[in-house]
């Protein structure tokens, strides 16, 4: 697999990762330096820039919401759509990458 894959895939499985902190903190905003830690955490290098980028993409998508966008530090909140995605009742864009539903 070229870097440019594996770039691609390290992207697509830090958005499921994302989505899934998210979930976890539920109905709470979570600040971007947890998610960028739990990220870590799961061997996905990711810069904090980085890790803006991606949630500002999941935004765009309509899977979360920013809070405080205009100040140092950001927070994030699953929207409903988002909700969906992560408990499999919507499909999940093709550009995340969310494990088959085993059960």
């Known amino acids: 697999m070229d870097n440019l894959n594996l770039e691609q895939k390290q992207r697509e499985e830090a958005r499921w990762r994302i989505l899934r902190v998210l979930d976890a903190g539920r109905p709470v905003p979570v600040s971007e330096s947890i998610v960028w830690r739990v990220v870590s955490e799961m061997n996905i290098q990711m810069s904090p820039n980085a890790i803006r980028r991606e949630l500002s993409y999941l935004r765009d ?15 994030a909140r699953l929207t409903a759509a988002g909700v969906d995605v992560v408990e499999y ?12 539903k085993s059960w």
């Open 61 to 75: 998508l309509g899977l979360i919401e920013l809070v405080g966008e205009a100040t140092e530090n950001w927070f």
């Open 89 to 100: 009742t919507a499909a999940a864009p093709v550009s995340i990458a969310r494990p088959r």
